[in-house]
């Protein structure tokens, strides 16, 4: 009786200092450790620089925002890119934005949704890169559905983004 006591109260006083000893210092534990919550800042393969904000939404989801200024090319004024990273794997996501701008471009209607899609690769904690594939405009007020509808305008480019985490102090 008094072995199985020792060995209960050694089971127990285990489980006490175990599992916080698990969590402590996870940052570069491997691949799950990591999480791309935060701010970021980076371009993309089109010399355009952003600020990235992505935000929990639970389940391996985030709110994502970058802001940047708009493309003088397309865009007179713009939204901030709207959207949401969706975790695919350890270090892999999926990313969805979309961004309303007047447009620059004469003899195009008003205004454009800008929509924008392709995978994101945590390299490590503290730096991420991304490959957008599928990227393109709708010309506002057709009822055209971002990613199930056919682009109005269609890119040829994919676009690449290279971002860093802000340093924590």
């Known amino acids: 009786m008094l072995m199985r006591m020792m060995i209960g109260t050694a089971l127990a006083a285990a489980l006490l200092v175990v599992p916080p000893c698990i969590a402590q210092g996870t940052e570069n534990a491997g691949p799950q450790a990591c ?15 952003y600020l990235f904000t992505l935000t929990p939404d639970g389940g391996g989801r985030y709110t994502a925002v970058a ?84 682009f109005h305008i269609p890119s040829p480019d994919v676009v690449t983004l290279a971002y860093d985490r802000m340093p924590h102090p």
Do not use: K
């Open 67 to 150: 802001e940047g200024p708009p493309d003088p090319t397309f865009c007179y004024e713009a939204t901030a890119w709207r959207g949401e990273l969706i975790r695919t794997g350890a270090r892999s996501y999926w990313l969805r934005q979309i961004l309303l701008c007047d447009s620059a471009v004469p003899g195009l209607p008003g205004l454009l949704l800008w929509a924008v899609e392709g995978e994101v690769v945590m390299t490590s904690c503290d730096h991420f890169e991304a490959t957008l594939d599928n990227i393109g405009a709708y010309f506002w007020g057709t009822g055209a559905v971002p990613f199930v509808d056919p």
């Open 35 to 49: 999480s791309p919550e935060g701010t970021w800042y980076g371009s993309n393969s089109l010399d355009q620089d």
